[in-house]
């Protein structure tokens, strides 16, 4: 399909064991951006990219979290030493310009991540 | 307190009825606003930007009181298909979304 690809779209694992969550974005969409949403919660802003840059990363929650977009298309998200706080649906979407304008953000499903 | 606040609600509404929500922002900077539509375990999809002087998209309605930091989204005739969880969204200057956690709408028959 043309959309925004995730994998896995389960993943289960241990406290403390690495994790990585792959997106594909829309071919040509140059800003990419991953969230994470928990039960009952909006999608909670994690880092934009604009290219092959993270143009703005306040919202990954501490230095276990990082992505990376180093051909300007595919992200991976890796979380090392996970904890059960970070089980959670983890999004991703892609923007073919900066969406301040047009505010349109196209998502994937999802890779639903839970730590036991 | 969180940037973008929302009435988590339910709502729970009759076909044909018309409900409104609202969303406040804390960042008076914020530049462009927005309302998205969730549907049970889907990814959002965006529903309809909001401009200052108000606009409308058939039984759709979005205002932005920039004065008081709020954002509402008023749907006229509910339909049965409405049921969703309508999540408010505010940006930067940074091109960050920020999203609130969501109203849930459930439109009963």
């Known amino acids: 399909g043309a959309g925004v690809s995730q994998t896995p779209s389960n993943k289960v694992t241990e406290k403390g064991k690495y994790v990585e969550l792959r997106c594909d974005p829309i071919s040509g969409h140059t800003a990419l951006y991953w969230y994470r949403q928990s039960l009952g919660q909006g999608p909670e802003f994690l880092i934009y990219?604009?290219?092959?840059?993270?143009?703005?990363d306040s919202g990954l929650p501490n230095d276990r979290f990082f992505a990376v977009r180093p051909e300007g298309s595919v992200s991976t998200l890796k979380i090392q030493r996970t904890e059960r706080g970070d089980s959670a649906v983890y999004l991703c979407?892609?923007?073919?310009?900066?969406?301040?304008?047009?505010?349109?953000?196209?998502f994937g499903e999802g890779s639903r991540l839970t730590v036991l | 307190r969180k940037e973008v606040e929302q009435d988590p609600g339910p709502f729970n509404v009759p076909e044909g009825a018309t409900v409104a929500f609202n969303c406040t922002y804390s960042?008076?900077?914020?530049?462009?606003f927005f309302w998205y539509r969730q549907d049970c375990r889907k990814e959002p999809k965006l529903l309809m930007s909001?401009?200052?002087s108000g606009n409308e998209d058939g039984r759709f309605t979005a205002q932005l009181n920039r004065a008081s930091q709020y954002i509402s989204l008023l749907i006229r005739d509910s339909k049965l298909s409405d049921s969703a969880t309508y999540l408010c969204v505010v940006t930067s200057h940074t091109d960050k979304l920020i999203f609130g956690t969501g109203t849930r709408l459930q439109v009963f028959p």
């Open positions: 990219f604009q290219g092959t840059g993270a143009a703005d």
């Open positions: 979407a892609s923007s073919p310009e900066p969406p301040r304008r047009t505010g349109e953000l196209f």
């Open positions: 960042n008076s900077a914020s530049q462009s």
């Open positions: 909001v401009y200052s």
